[in-house]
């Protein structure tokens, strides 16, 4: 089970961390990305860092803007936000691909999923 806590309200420009912490899961044995869906929208994921911590990709919409990274002696996973805009305003989710071997934010091929955090970014 996956844990994803952090959100808030904040104002355009700001900056916010996510959290994702996993109970009954191999945490660190698994890929992890964080996704988000603003209403009427589909899920779209965001970054993606592998099992070992080591390697990072991004969407094009939060390069340069987020960061992802993850504790393996805590087994928890970030996303450190920053530059906030209004449109990242969504429910953000965190997710486990037991697929280490792909660097992919298709949704589908995620096995876990967080229940999600709220994230609302005012002008």
């Known amino acids: 089970q996956l844990q994803a806590s952090g959100g808030g309200l904040v104002q355009a420009g700001g900056s916010l961390r996510l959290s994702c912490a996993a109970s009954?899961?191999?945490?660190?044995?698994?890929?992890a990305a964080w996704f988000r869906q603003a209403p009427g929208k589909e899920r779209e994921g965001l970054a993606r860092v592998s099992s070992s911590g080591t390697n990072a990709i991004y969407s094009e919409s939060v390069r340069g803007r987020f960061s992802i990274s993850r504790d393996t002696d805590k087994n928890i996973v970030y996303l450190q936000m920053s530059r906030l805009k209004p449109a990242d305003t969504a429910v953000y989710y965190c997710?486990?691909?037991?697929?280490?071997?792909?660097?992919?934010?298709?949704?589908?091929?995620?096995?876990?999923w967080g229940q999600g955090t709220q994230v609302t970014v005012s002008s």
């Open positions: 009954g899961l191999a945490w660190n044995s698994y890929a």
């Open positions: 997710a486990a691909d037991g697929d280490d071997t792909t660097s992919t934010l298709r949704p589908a091929v995620y096995d876990f």
